[in-house]
């Protein structure tokens, strides 16, 4: 089994920085791409930065310059670093992890993380 954990969500005012972590868990043998992904209830979910294996990182143009995603290979952990957030960043934010374990290559999900940006 493979388990996903996120943390770090919350409440914040605009302009204002939240860190966010997710981490995997279980009989896991690599990971590929790891990537964060928003969610509000009148759209779809939609990718906010995603990063390979090797570092190579991609944002959506709606976050570029403010969040900065990044991986600790050794703690099969992914961060997204939040800075200068806006209103329109409040969403529920979700963990994508693209792994090979024990029962094979799965595509996981954490549960979601509420991120609220108001003042």
């Known amino acids: 089994q493979v388990q996903l954990v996120e943390s770090g969500g919350g409440l914040v005012q605009p302009g204002g920085s939240l860190r966010l972590s997710c981490a995997a868990s279980g009989s896991i043998f690599s990971i590929y791409v790891m990537g964060w992904y928003r969610q509000t209830p009148d759209k779809q979910r939609e990718l906010v930065a995603a990063?390979?294996?090797?570092?190579?990182?991609n944002y959506a143009d709606f976050v570029k310059g403010r969040f900065t995603i990044s991986r600790d290979n050794a703690k099969n952990t992914v961060y997204l670093q939040m800075n200068s957030l806006k209103p329109e960043d409040t969403a529920v934010y979700y963990c994508?992890?693209?792994?090979?374990?024990?029962?094979?290559?799965?595509?996981?999900w954490g549960q979601g993380i509420q991120v609220t940006v108001s003042s």
């Open positions: 994508n992890v693209d792994l090979y374990y024990s029962g094979g290559r799965r595509d996981s």
């Open positions: 990063i390979t294996q090797g570092g190579s990182t």
